[in-house]
Antibody
Framework: QVTLKESGPVLVKPTETLTLTCTVS??????????VSWIRQPPGKALEWLAH???????SYSTSLKSRLTISKDTSKSQVVLTMTNMDPVDTATYYC????????????WGQGTMVTVSS | EIVMTQSPVTVSVSPGERVTLSCRAS??????LAWYQQKLGQAPRLLIY???TRAAGTPARFSGSGSGTEFTLTISSLQSEDFAVYYC??????????FGQGTTLEIK
């Protein structure tokens, strides 16, 4: 069974750096067809794609957030990590990781999401 | 960056009726288009990819059409479990993978 699970802090203060971890199971991050993205959703709002890491370690970022984001992976631990610097209350959202796998480049499996609140 | 625009923002439909949701891309994405369903408090779920192909487990009452810049998702006979928010997303030429703003399907 393929699963993804996000973990990280529930609450961060403004200006702090957020670090989120996506732990995957049921597939390998080194599989040539696989990649993992981070996507967020502010309360009551739409989905926003943030970053993607491919099996060959190539990375891609949202144009508007590129300066604040870093995505990386540890294949041996089956983990994908996202860091976002200089957090602001507008970054309050549910953060999802999702896999690009067997259905072209659509996100076929999603994690349950983790809610992050930015507040002092 | 390709912008995805969905319409309508909200639609109210009675169970058993047919509904069509629209998604427009700011430039051609060929058939590199996916549709997702999101119920309250849940993660999105992939329904359609390649503009027209149902993902595993997607009921046959869901169908996708279109190519280039104009796409539709049709639900032929609405069931109670179909009332949710629907998002389109392009994946043409790799990231950025932009989403539309969503269409809320409400019970009339």
């Amino acid at each position: 069974q393929v699963t993804l699970k996000e973990s990280g802090p529930v609450l961060v203060k403004p200006t702090e750096t957020l670090t989120l971890t996506c732990t995957v199971s049921g597939f390998s991050l080194s599989n040539a067809r696989m990649g993992v993205s981070w996507i967020r959703q502010p309360p009551g709002k739409a989905l926003e794609w943030l970053a993607h890491i491919f099996s060959n370690d190539e990375k891609s970022y949202s144009t508007s957030l590129k300066s604040r984001l870093t995505i990386s992976k540890d294949t041996s631990k089956s983990q994908v990590v996202l860091t976002m610097t200089n957090m602001d209350p507008v970054d309050t959202a549910t953060y999802y990781c999702a896999r690009i796998g067997v259905y072209a480049n659509a996100f076929d499996i999603w994690g349950q999401g983790t809610m992050v609140t930015v507040s002092s | 960056e390709i912008v995805m625009t969905q319409s309508p923002v909200t639609v109210s439909v009675s169970p058993g009726e047919r509904v069509t949701l629209s998604c427009r891309a700011s430039q051609s994405v060929s058939r590199s288009l996916a549709w997702y369903q999101q119920k309250l408090g849940q993660a999105p779920r992939l329904l359609i990819y390649g503009a027209t192909t149902r993902a595993a487990g997607t009921p046959a009452r869901f169908s996708g059409s279109g190519s280039g810049t104009e796409f539709t998702l049709t639900i032929s006979s609405l069931q109670s479990e179909d009332f949710a928010v629907y998002y389109c997303q392009h994946y043409s030429n790799g990231p950025p993978y932009t989403f539309g703003q969503g269409t809320t399907l409400e019970i009339k």
